[in-house]
């Protein structure tokens, strides 16, 4: 059973623009969620996280926004450049666990 | 610094052979966390190491897999009688543990192991 769904395996969007990456969770005991980069051939690299304590925390152009009572959490990038060309993952996990339960993955897709 | 490595970065092995899949941490990361990510999934948690232990296995899909971390540094992953569905990435996790109850994960680049 997936806790932690990203219902759009890929997307496009150009240069400059906002790349608006979603998230999903059934789980209501999660507390602590993290976006992941991850390159071809490479291991997911850790991009930014929030506590359900906050609805926002962002980083330069990264911001993450979640929403408790739909269980939605979205990572906005703003603006959107070639290089951030991958793989995004959300993760979930219960701060007093030792689990981090990840979603299935965004492709996304900068166009020059 | 060095961040988490893994050896060796491909595997391929015939069905029912031994494999051991290695981990080296982030010097002082106390917790030590293995996932498999199999083709368009996203990595799923097998095992955490707390230091020495095996904290949390419940995620080791069967007894043909075992991990051990015997000085609280290197971690090795063994799967036994090896099955082609055992086909995927796997990759290792390692963080500071230190109680704050945050706790990012940094990844290793994972080995890509293929049971022919």
């Known amino acids: 059973d997936q806790q932690v769904k990203q219902n759009s395996p890929s997307l496009s969007v150009q240069e400059g623009r906002i790349s608006i990456l979603n998230c999903d969770y059934t789980?209501?005991?999660?507390?602590?969620f993290l976006w992941y980069k991850k390159y071809p051939a490479e291991g997911p690299t850790f991009l930014i996280s929030?506590?359900?304590?906050?609805d926002k925390n962002e980083d330069g152009r990264f911001t993450v926004f979640l929403n408790k009572s739909a269980k939605h959490l979205s990572l906005h990038i703003v603006p959107s450049q070639p290089g951030d060309s991958a793989v995004y993952f959300c993760a979930a996990s219960a701060m007093a666990g030792n689990q981090f339960y990840f979603g299935t993955g965004t492709s996304l897709t900068v166009i020059p | 610094g060095a961040g988490v490595s893994q050896t060796p970065s491909n595997k391929v092995t015939e069905k029912g052979k031994y494999v051991e899949l290695r981990c080296d941490p982030i010097s002082g990361h106390t917790a030590l966390y293995w996932y498999r990510q199999s083709l368009g999934q996203g990595p799923e948690f097998l095992i955490y190491?707390?230091?020495?232990?095996?904290?949390?296995d419940s995620g080791l899909p069967n007894d043909r897999f075992f991990a051990v971390r015997p000085e609280g540094s290197v971690s090795t992953l063994k799967i036994q009688r090896t099955e082609r569905g055992d086909s995927a990435m796997y990759l290792c996790?390692?963080?500071?543990?230190?109680?704050?109850?945050?706790?990012?994960?940094?990844f290793g680049p994972g080995t890509r192991l293929t049971v022919l």
């Open positions: 789980n209501s005991m999660f507390d602590y």
């Open positions: 190491f707390q230091g020495t232990g095996a904290a949390d």
């Open positions: 996790a390692s963080s500071l543990k230190s109680g704050s109850g945050i706790d990012t994960q940094y």
């Open positions: 929030i506590s359900s304590i906050k």
